[in-house]
């Protein structure tokens, strides 16, 4: 095949948590009912597009190294999808966030400087997700030099890059993002190397920190030949304020260690990668499940909110940088999804001087309503403002997000050139899991108890409350009664204690505070290499606030968690709706 006609296809699955992860498999379910997925050469992933990223990695070199190119048929990667979305929500379902916090033995060894939360999600990633996908009785962790194909019947000197051009089943090249805090720098992972990614030379003009020299092969590096896999998806979905960077001690000159944290603060999407000259995409699939920015009618103007603020506006700013770059210098071989697809813009009309409007506030539509792929745009609205968390997540939810990616792709892939890679037209959809909620997401009217499912999937807090009245009903009481409680105990001691003289316990108690709130500024200037003053000054009193949380947290996850997930299965919500009407029919007029 001549260099200048092979087409060249990348993926790109964003950040946005375990919402972004569901929304990149129903984007990968319609391209396997496309037969596309075989055409796949690079796959560049950012925090939740790498967890599930690389489990679809792992998949598809289980069939790659099993079966000859010429066998491989495109329902093999149907079959792949259809395990995928039952695995990975079974896995969300334990909460893997929370779970961090539940082992006490792992919380006080993130008092070791070596180690933090998200080395620990990284093991539960592995634990949960990957280390039983190529063998079923596989005990140890993935690495990452484990991770490159080997196809079968091809020479160990086999490489993607030459290899694919005579290829029907593609061999893709797999880019996990993340971020070096040290210099803002890209670092990425793959199967052969880690470290930064290659600067364009006009960048190296204008940025001038250091750079950190990519490390080629795991064979020939310090201390990090076998990296695991777990740990670098766990540093691509470190989200800061969330997670602690993920460190990598005593690999580069100077005392450097690496603190990694998400690749979505340089760059959400995962473009960059596919843009790399050395890869030579020539077709994008660009699946965007990032959080974008709200409107905000009067945004709060107190220190904390403006600060907030800004930050989504650096993050909007730089998304729309890259997606531009991207749709300009590529056009119509692009295929964009994101969940904001098919909404309106409201375009505000103002007063003049006698306080009359000039014209009418209206709703700008520069695209093809939602409702042109199937799904309801007050439901698409709702969509969008799901949470980008990495707890758990109810099937009605899992399956909505889900669904609303293939309907969307289904129709957006026609739009553009990618469907001229579209050879197999004869190939039958799958009948995935997601497909039992199409009924409620295409509806013209959205069914009230599906709404309250939607609107409750945008909350971090309290969820299994929201979806049960009854539940809010009593939990309200509970409280009531309980701060009752306290009140008329404590306050006429409370009374009596404010009256009485300032004891010297009390000062002792404020001056202990005082220290501890010293100690751990002071633990931001203490060096790596100094282990003993990392483990008082922020290791110990860190491991020490997380085993008090661990108890009220499970205590959570035995409870209200189960109790959200519960309510969450789409039987539940189909019983609720044939109550309603079962209760219509006994009283029409309850209407």
């Not at 189960?562 to 299965?569: D, N, Q």
Request: charged share 25%.
């Amino acid at each position: 095949m001549m260099e200048g006609n092979y087409k060249k296809l990348g993926l790109a699955l964003s950040g946005g948590g375990f919402r972004a992860s569901f929304y990149h498999i129903g984007v990968l379910a319609r391209m396997a009912d496309l037969g596309l997925l075989r055409h796949v050469d690079v796959i560049s992933t950012v925090s939740g597009g790498s967890i599930i990223g690389a489990l679809y990695y792992l998949h598809v070199k289980k069939l790659l190294e099993e079966k000859e190119d010429s066998s491989i048929k495109d329902e093999d990667y149907q079959d792949i999808i259809g395990k995928i979305e039952v695995d990975f929500l079974q896995a969300v379902q334990r909460n893997l966030r929370f779970r961090t916090f539940l082992n006490p033995l792992k919380n006080l060894k993130m008092s070791l400087p070596n180690y933090s939360r998200s080395d620990y999600i990284g093991e539960l990633y592995d634990k949960f997700l990957y280390r039983n996908v190529l063998d079923p009785n596989n005990t140890v962790p993935i690495k990452m030099k484990d991770l490159k194909i080997r196809p079968f019947g091809e020479g160990p000197s086999f490489h993607p890059s030459e290899g694919n051009k005579s290829r029907k089943a593609k061999v893709p090249v797999l880019l996990m993002n993340a971020t070096a805090l040290n210099n803002g720098h890209n670092w990425r992972f793959s199967a052969e190397n880690m470290g930064e990614s290659n600067i364009d030379e006009p960048n190296a003009t204008i940025d001038k920190n250091f750079r950190l020299k990519r490390a080629e092969s795991y064979e020939n590096i310090y201390k990090h030949g076998d990296f695991e896999l777990g740990l670098a998806v766990a540093a691509s979905a470190c989200l800061p304020g969330v997670f602690s960077p993920l460190a990598i001690s005593d690999l580069y000159d100077e005392g450097i260690r690496v603190q990694l944290v998400d690749g979505g603060t340089h760059d959400n999407q995962g473009i960059v990668g596919l843009l790399d000259k050395k890869l030579k995409c020539t077709y994008f699939i660009i699946s965007d499940a990032s959080g974008q920015m709200n409107d905000e009618k009067e945004p709060g103007v107190q220190l904390p909110n403006v600060l907030k603020r800004t930050s989504s506006i650096f993050m909007d700013r730089i998304r729309e940088q890259q997606l531009s770059r991207i749709l300009r210098e590529h056009s119509d071989n692009v295929a964009l999804l994101h969940l904001r697809k098919g909404l309106p813009v409201k375009e505000i009309a103002y007063y003049d001087n006698d306080h009359k409007l000039q014209s009418n506030t209206v709703l700008c539509k520069n695209e093809p309503s939602s409702q042109a792929f199937g799904v309801n745009e007050d439901a698409q609205n709702l969509l969008s403002c799901f949470r980008t968390d990495l707890d758990s997540f109810s099937e009605v939810e899992a399956f909505s997000i889900m669904s609303d990616a293939y309907k969307m792709s289904e129709f957006e892939f026609t739009r553009t050139n990618i469907n001229h890679l579209v050879i197999n037209t004869s190939l039958r959809k799958k009948r995935y899991q997601f497909f039992k909620i199409e009924r409620w997401i295409s509806s013209p009217i959205v069914d009230p108890h599906y709404k309250r499912h939607l609107e409750t999937a945008s909350k971090r807090l309290f969820r299994a409350v929201s979806l049960s009245p009854s539940l809010k009903i009593v939990m309200t009481l509970v409280v009531a009664v309980i701060c009752l409680g306290i009140f008329i105990n404590y306050s006429f001691g409370f009374i009596q204690w404010t009256r009485e003289p300032i004891k010297k316990g009390n000062i002792l108690l404020i001056l202990l505070l005082l220290i501890i709130l010293f100690i751990f500024y002071l633990s931001k200037n203490v060096s790596y290499r100094n282990p003993v003053s990392q483990f008082w000054l922020n290791g110990l009193p860190t491991a020490l606030i997380s085993l008090l949380l661990s108890v009220f947290i499970g205590i959570h996850l035995l409870t209200f968690d189960r109790l959200f997930l519960h309510l969450g299965r789409l039987e539940m919500l189909e019983r609720a709706q044939k109550k309603s009407k079962e209760d219509l029919m006994v009283n029409p007029l309850s209407k």
